[in-house]
């Protein structure tokens, strides 16, 4: 777990991500005081860079009666994609000089956290603050939750409350987890129950990587089924993401890159290129820049809670806005620019057209087109250097083209922070709460159907204490239930939108 705090000492600067030597960058122009900072350093130097933070940190809490008062989060990363994705995540928080106070990872495996302990960010997690084993859960999501959830639950919950504990006004944890493999789907949604029984109050984001067809983890479909119970009943809000769209947005940019189209080119040191400076090719999964994306959806997401604006957005008013129903908390996500990391020198996109990509299916974190489906309500979240007149003018030119439940028309929630990501002028996540997330989990259920008609794989299960077949089949009826919630809200789409008369005020 990591806590995210703003701090005054921890602003960004709006230039290049590697300056030259000695070059000095200033603050952005859209902040009221301009005062010169040296940019970020490259990843190879993070290390310094984070005993900075620790000096700062306590520098800190050093001032007395001085404590932060705004809102924090708490980062749990768990399983080797959550770790992966956090570290990832936590290179870019750096990158903004945002300031890093605690880091819990957990992982029922010791490779990838050791990778991270070893690698440029190992200053800045506390090794007490690790929890691992050395068998792993085998991609068995019985094995994770069953197992290592009550062996390790009494150590992860002091963990949670120590991280609880720093900070100020703890507003909302969030998972970061696969759905596919055995501790992220089994101990991350194990966690989600624990959460809730320990901080009732405080809301628990999730952001879910779902497996692609052709995952290679043949009981995948069994993990995710009994991962989606849990999300149904302990989430306040999931964020699911489809490795299969990452991959194609990740391939596309390769298109882009090859066809030398409006001067695009690839930059040194790029997460999207090799150690040797030149294009990777897909035959490997380019897992490190898929989760980059991922990376950036969860940079902008806490944008707010780092960085002042003039128009910032609570975590908990996402869940508010955006959940009109308890199951219904399944936010599709799309981000605009891409390249958040400067990786790719393309010509910057006009402010208009960045609104558009976000509503259009390439732009989509899961395989979907939204605008095609049924919105029960949006969220536009907007760094950088943008007005809010900007914000009004590109929802009335984009409403005409949307469809929006007949209850909830005006279903908009805005934020603006005036500070952009580090090698951009502005940039937009969008978060819409749509049908068109139904087909993710009707293919879901379709291969896990595939699978248990034959009971395929299902002794695996069946031999960890605690897990009946009833288990699927309550999974299963979980899962169908949530589709028809959003089959009942797709057969609305063709009734016409009453036009109801507005309240006339006496004169």
């Known amino acids: ?49 984070a005993r900075g933070i620790q000096r700062r940190r306590g520098f800190l809490s050093a001032l007395s009666g001085q404590r932060c008062s705004m809102t924090q989060s708490v980062i749990v990363q768990v399983g080797q994609c959550g770790n992966q994705i956090g570290c990832c995540f936590w290179d870019l928080a750096l990158r903004e000089h945002a300031a890093v106070n ?48 009550s062996r390790y639950q009494e150590e992860i919950l002091e963990k949670l409350r120590k991280s609880a504990e720093h900070c100020d006004c703890l507003q909302c944890f969030f998972v970061i987890h696969s759905m596919g493999g055995g501790t992220g789907s089994g101990l991350g949604t194990y966690l989600l129950k624990v959460l809730e029984d320990e901080f009732p109050e405080v809301y628990r984001f999730v952001t879910s990587v779902y497996p692609s067809g052709e995952d290679d983890v043949i009981t995948s479909p069994y993990n995710s089924i009994l991962a989606m119970k849990e999300l149904n009943e302990h989430a306040d809000c999931v964020l699911p993401i489809d490795n299969q769209s990452l991959f194609d947005i990740i391939s596309k940019i390769d298109l882009v890159v090859n066809s030398g189209k409006l001067g695009t080119t690839i930059k040194p040191k790029s997460l999207v290129t090799s150690s040797a400076g030149t294009f990777k090719k897909w035959q490997e999964k380019p897992f ?66 960045m609104f558009s990509d976000a509503f259009s299916k390439d732009h989509q974190l899961i395989r979907a087109d939204p605008k095609h489906s049924l919105y029960l309500a949006c969220a536009l979240m907007v760094r950088g250097n943008v007005q809010i007149s900007d914000l009004r003018r590109n929802i009335e030119r984009l409403k ?43 293919e879901l259920r379709e291969r896990f159907l595939r699978l248990y008609k034959k009971k395929a794989h299902l002794h695996h299960y069946l031999q960890i204490e605690g897990m009946e077949e009833s288990c699927f089949t309550e999974a299963e009826s979980s899962l169908s239930a949530l589709i028809r919630e959003y089959n009942q809200l797709d ?17």
Request: charged share 20%.
């Open 1 to 49: 777990m990591v806590t995210v705090r703003r701090s005054a000492l921890a602003q960004p600067c709006d230039g290049k991500l590697f300056p030259e030597p000695g070059e000095v960058l200033s603050y952005g122009s859209d902040l009221r005081q301009r005062r010169d900072l040296r940019s970020p350093r490259p990843l190879g130097e993070l290390r310094s860079c």
């Open 102 to 149: 605690q880091a819990v990872l957990i992982d029922m495996e010791e490779g990838v956290v050791n990778e991270i302990l070893q690698g440029p960010l190992r200053d800045v997690f506390d090794s007490k603050q690790l929890i691992t084993d050395i068998s792993g859960s085998g991609n068995n999501w019985a094995v994770g939750h069953k197992v290592f959830g």
């Open 288 to 353: 490190d820049a898929m989760n980059n994306i991922v990376a950036n959806l969860l940079l902008s997401l806490t944008s707010s809670a780092r960085f002042e604006g003039s128009l910032n957005m609570d975590l908990n008013e996402i869940s508010m806005n955006l959940v009109p129903f308890p199951q219904l908390h399944y936010l599709v996500s799309s981000l605009t620019p891409l390249y958040t990391l400067a990786d790719v020198n393309v010509p910057p996109r006009r402010l208009d057209q």
């Open 491 to 507: 057969a609305t789409k063709s009734r016409p939108v009453e036009d109801l008369p507005r309240l006339s005020v006496a004169v």
């Open 400 to 442: 005409p083209s949307l469809r929006f439940v007949s209850w909830n028309q005006e279903g908009w929630k805005t934020s603006l922070c005036s500070v952009p990501p580090v090698g951009h002028s502005h940039s937009l996540l969008a978060l819409a709460n749509n049908t068109c997330v139904k087909p993710t989990f009707v």
